[in-house]
């Protein structure tokens, strides 16, 4: 739980000064949620319960509740990032 909230304050301090809430966050989650599965990809099962991958799920969770406009709109960016630029995920 410790970890969670190490997670989440890391996580809004930037947004917050910038007062970019929630769309930074969500994309700045949903980047962690996908470098952490790819650094997992090469087993045949990605355990959820992996604090990283729980921690991500998680956060999106709660924030879907509240801002699933913006949640959406972040899911649009990756997959267009993934498809159209996949080596800009590696700048990432």
């Known amino acids: ?39 997992h990809s090469h087993s045949t099962n990605v355990d959820p319960n992996l604090p990283k991958m729980a921690s991500v799920i998680g956060i999106l969770s709660h924030l879907a509740v509240q801002h699933s406009d913006c949640l959406e709109q972040a899911m649009w960016s990756l997959v267009e990032v993934c498809i159209v630029k996949p080596d800009d995920l590696k700048a990432r």
Do not use: E, K, T
């Open 1 to 39: 739980m410790a970890n969670m909230r190490l997670c989440v304050r890391i996580l809004l301090q930037p947004a917050c000064r910038r007062s970019c809430f929630p769309q930074a966050i969500i994309s700045r989650v949903l980047m962690c949620g996908l470098q952490d599965f790819h650094a």
